[in-house]
């Protein structure tokens, strides 16, 4: 059965089912989470794992306060024998608090460590994935761990053109290392893409054969 909408006190009314009501408006509830985190991102203006300024920022729940479980707990709480009845502003002011203390729920990373975050596992916990990134980030200043091969415009492009750095791909269970005037040269349309330009990050879904020259195992 579909969800309804009704009028009520100038503010529609939701009458149906969870499933019908992030169908219809996971939307409206993605856009909601933007707005709360807006200010709050441009406080922060850096990746709380990786530290990097200057790339685009992402607003990642942290595991267990993920947008739908929380939003699972507020229709609870309006749910009567599976049927859920909910005024939209109500929801809304909800949402709201249920991201209050927003520290204790949201966290601002760049592209490369929100995918990372949502792809480590559900019991690995924050303050271990943190260690994770702090471990791979103390090995070299001139050494960056990945899950896939990916090029971040503020690690390579403070280093001298002869002075080498090292990629570590989880994905591929190995290391990369080659010159700055190496990764000029070779991968050239990655420096002219956007996404390394004005975003700051570069990554491959697939790694590139081109790559595989460079490459160092390890155990």
Same mark, same amino acid.
């Given at each position: 059965? &579909?969800?309804?909408?009704?009028?009520?006190?100038?503010?529609?009314?939701?009458?149906?089912?969870?499933?019908?009501?992030?169908? &219809?408006?996971?939307?409206?509830?993605?856009? /909601?989470?933007?707005?709360?985190?807006?200010?709050?991102?441009?406080?922060?203006?850096?990746?709380?794992?990786?530290?990097?300024?200057?790339?685009?920022?992402?607003?990642?729940?942290?595991?267990?306060?993920?947008?739908?479980?929380?939003?699972?707990?507020?229709?609870?709480?309006?749910?009567?024998?599976?049927?859920?009845?909910?005024? /939209?502003?109500?929801?809304?002011?909800?949402?709201?608090?249920?991201?209050?203390?927003?520290?204790?729920?949201?966290?601002?990373?760049?592209?490369?460590?929100?995918?990372?975050?949502?792809?480590?596992?559900?019991?690995?916990?924050?303050?271990?994935?943190?260690?994770?990134?702090?471990?791979?980030?103390?090995?070299?200043?001139?050494?960056?761990?990945?899950?896939?091969?990916?090029?971040?415009?503020?690690?390579?492009?403070? /280093?001298?053109?002869?002075?080498?750095?090292?990629?570590?791909?989880?994905?591929?269970?190995?290391?990369?290392?080659?010159?700055?005037?190496?990764?000029?040269?070779?991968?050239?349309?990655?420096?002219?893409?956007?996404?390394?330009?004005?975003?700051?990050?570069?990554?491959?879904?697939?790694?590139?054969?081109?790559?595989?020259?460079?490459?160092?195992?390890?155990?």
């Amino acid at each position: 059965m &579909f969800g309804i909408f009704k009028k009520q006190n100038d503010n529609p009314t939701y009458t149906g089912n969870k499933e019908d009501f992030n169908k &219809f408006l996971s939307g409206f509830s993605r856009n /909601l989470v933007q707005r709360i985190s807006k200010s709050y991102k441009r406080k922060i203006g850096k990746c709380e794992f990786c530290s990097a300024t200057g790339v685009e920022l992402d607003s990642a729940h942290i595991h267990g306060k993920e947008r739908k479980i929380l939003i699972s707990n507020i229709l609870d709480k309006h749910s009567l024998k599976g049927k859920v009845q909910i005024n /939209l502003k109500d929801f809304e002011n909800e949402l709201i608090k249920a991201h209050d203390p927003i520290e204790k729920v949201l966290k601002i990373l760049c592209k490369e460590c929100h995918y990372e975050y949502d792809h480590s596992t559900k019991d690995e916990g924050e303050s271990e994935f943190e260690e994770k990134k702090g471990i791979s980030k103390s090995l070299s200043k001139n050494y960056r761990s990945y899950s896939r091969l990916t090029f971040r415009k503020d690690f390579i492009e403070p /280093l001298s053109y002869d002075e080498s750095f090292s990629i570590n791909v989880s994905n591929d269970n190995c290391t990369y290392t080659l010159t700055k005037s190496e990764f000029y040269n070779i991968f050239s349309n990655v420096v002219n893409t956007y996404s390394y330009r004005k975003k700051g990050v570069y990554s491959y879904n697939v790694t590139p054969k081109k790559i595989l020259r460079f490459k160092k195992k390890y155990g």
